[in-house]
């Protein structure tokens, strides 16, 4: 009789390990925000992959709006992110001295791509902007362009609002799909990510085989 018990005992721990819903949404909506915020700024953070990883583990929870709750914080993080990151190059543009912030945009965009997103942006406007968000490494280069076109921010913000919005639609369907062909979420996460890892990777891939 003592075997069972211990089972029991066991298995009553390990389910009482495991934080409820309400735990992991107050602790993982906070933590997608700013990972997201600091990924906009920094753009060194995996961003997609994050989103998708946020959609898969909302994809099994049981609370209705949690697939929604994941679209508005990361499209609100992305959005205030990339703001933050215009503005401070818009105080770099106007600086004799530059920024580190304009540096560090400056870093990121070859001159070839550079001179692609000018060209795009001069014939196609907001457009090329929104378009940015969604191709892997294409936010830097046009957000330089947009600087160098001397675009305002107010300007930007307008445009920049629908490629935040499209941005978090496409990775949430990314994680949803990954979330819907598995019962475990984390089976669900690896997928979302390697999904996204393909994605980013081919452009890349493009441009050595040309």
């Excluded at 070859?110 to 929104?130: F, I, M, N």
């Amino acid at each position: 009789m003592r075997w069972p018990a211990s089972v029991a005992s066991l298995a009553a721990a390990s389910t009482s390990a495991v934080p409820p819903e309400s735990t992991q949404q107050a602790i993982g909506y906070p933590s997608l925000f700013l990972l997201v915020l600091v990924g906009a700024l920094v753009p060194v953070v995996p961003t997609g992959a994050l989103v998708s990883s946020a959609a898969v583990v909302a994809f099994h929870q049981t609370a209705p709006f949690s697939p929604a709750l994941v679209f508005v914080t990361a499209s609100l993080a992305a959005f205030l992110g990339d703001a933050a990151l215009y503005w401070l190059g818009l105080r770099g543009m106007r600086s004799r001295n530059g920024s580190r912030w304009l540096e560090a945009i400056r870093a990121r965009a070859p001159d070839a791509r550079l001179a692609s997103a000018r060209e795009k942006l001069a014939e196609h406007g907001v457009a090329v902007l929104v378009l940015s968000r969604l191709v892997p490494a294409g936010r830097i280069p046009v957000m330089l362009a947009c600087l160098m076109a001397d675009w305002p921010l107010r300007r930007f913000v307008r445009g920049n609002l629908p490629a935040c919005l499209a941005w978090a639609v496409t990775y949430q369907v990314i994680g949803i799909l990954g979330g819907s062909l598995f019962k475990e979420p984390w089976e669900g996460v690896v997928v979302a990510v390697g999904l996204t890892v393909v994605i980013s990777a081919v452009p890349n891939v493009v441009r050595r085989v040309r």
